[in-house]
């Protein structure tokens, strides 16, 4: 139930893109996405609605393909501070407010 | 705008006892929910919290309680403190659906 992400971690030069993935083996209502630095709360990114969605905030964007019950994290021209681990959280229905967490992906930016 | 503020920020217990933890919600915010996360793993939905009744719960023993009080505020109780409880605890308000949530920056409980 628990949705899978991948990769599990990832290492990249300032400057240089990434993709997360989200992949779940139950039909979603919705994706959130957060991003957790080392000793410090989940910061919350963007949600996305079924119904097949892409989102943009700066150079951190995400789609969500519901037929696939995937999502994807695109992070552009990384900067040192999107270091942290990306965890994807799902919800199963509109009458469903547990959020299912992702066992996150780790991101380290070197300059 | 004060975000979403827990306390105590750290805990420590010894096994059998009991514990509350403490969450006010960002302003405007009106649902709270609980989150345990253990070292390395994503957080786990413990129960969420609207108009002061428990909603939802996730897969956690009856030992895990939690209140809302009418000012959106709420507690978790956990009795008879395992080993296997000690995690961070975290709080997290929204308002409505569909909003995403604001967390606290969460309550280390140690069990010893």
């Known amino acids: 139930q628990q949705p899978v992400q991948s990769p599990q971690a990832v290492i990249l030069r300032e400057g240089e893109d990434a993709v997360i993935n989200c992949s779940s083996s139950?039909?979603?209502?919705?994706v959130h996405w957060y991003r957790q630095k080392h000793g410090e709360a989940p910061v919350f990114l963007m949600i996305?609605?079924?119904g097949g969605e892409q989102k943009g905030h700066d150079k951190i964007s995400a789609s969500f393909n519901e037929k696939k019950q995937q999502s994807s994290l695109y992070l552009t021209a990384s900067q040192l501070s999107y270091s942290g681990t990306y965890f994807c959280g799902t919800e199963n229905g509109d009458s469903n407010y547990q959020l299912i967490w992702g066992a996150g992906t780790k991101l380290i930016i070197k300059p | 705008d004060a975000g979403v503020t827990q306390s105590p920020t750290h805990l420590i217990k010894t096994r059998g006892q009991q514990v509350t933890l403490r969450c006010s919600p960002k302003?405007?915010?009106?649902?709270v929910s609980w989150y345990q996360q253990a070292l390395g793993q994503g957080p786990q939905f413990i129960f969420q919290?609207?108009?002061?009744?428990?909603?939802q719960r996730g897969n956690f023993p009856d030992r895990f309680s939690g209140h809302q009080f009418p000012n959106y505020s709420s507690e978790l109780n956990v009795n008879a403190l395992l080993l296997g409880d000690s995690a961070l605890y975290l709080c997290?308000?929204?308002?409505?659906?569909?909003?995403?949530?604001?967390f606290g920056s969460g309550t280390r409980l140690t069990v010893v």
């Open positions: 919290y609207y108009e002061e009744e428990e909603r």
């Open positions: 139950k039909a979603l209502y919705s």
């Open positions: 996305l609605l079924k």
């Open positions: 302003s405007g915010h009106d649902t």
């Open positions: 997290a308000s929204s308002f409505r659906k569909n909003y995403g949530y604001t």
